[in-house]
């Protein structure tokens, strides 16, 4: 199952937001601390509601704890940047890659960069800066969910 990676998140919403996503869609998710806010049900409970009850939440003291962990579970990491070097659905997505978002003040330090193995670009308009980093979350773990049948299945409300 592809995993959600939070680099130091700045805005407790975004976080709670993407937590939620990653609730509905079934998918696990790495925090890499320290976070700007205490990673606290308080201040995310507001955008991921009773959903944070349902997501899978592993939390990193740090980039190199963090890097250490992915380095013995040999996943592959799959950095959303503007800085990407290829449009993120043209990339061939893997069970076990490890979706990473940076923080929505500074996105990821170089070393972090570096690290990745790979790093995709959303396309946008000329002129504009980024997309909310949730919402760039939600498209890629999209088509990363698509590419490898790793949707949940449907389950129809009655």
């Not at 976070?35 to 899978?56: K, P, Q």
């Not at 003040?105 to 002129?127: C, K, L, N, T, Y």
Request: glycine residues 6%; negative net charge.
């Amino acid at each position: 199952m592809p995993r959600l990676a939070i680099f130091q998140p700045d805005i407790p919403q975004n976080t709670g937001t993407m937590l939620r996503l990653a609730a509905c869609l079934g998918v696990p998710v790495e925090i890499i601390e320290p976070a700007a806010f205490d990673v606290s049900d308080r201040n995310l409970r507001r955008s991921g509601m009773d959903y944070l009850n349902n997501v899978t939440i592993t939390r990193h003291i740090s980039w190199r704890a963090f890097e250490s962990w992915r380095q013995e579970s040999m996943a592959r990491l799959v950095l959303a940047t503007t800085k990407g070097a290829m449009p993120y659905a043209d990339f061939a997505y893997r069970p076990d890659d490890i979706i990473l978002v940076g923080r929505e003040s500074a996105g990821v330090p170089d070393e972090v960069h570096e690290a990745a193995d790979a790093r995709v670009i959303i396309p946008m308009q000329s002129g504009m800066r980024s997309l909310n980093v949730a919402v760039t979350a939600a498209m890629i773990l999209g088509e990363t969910l698509r590419q490898t049948g790793s949707f949940p299945a449907i389950s129809l409300q009655t």
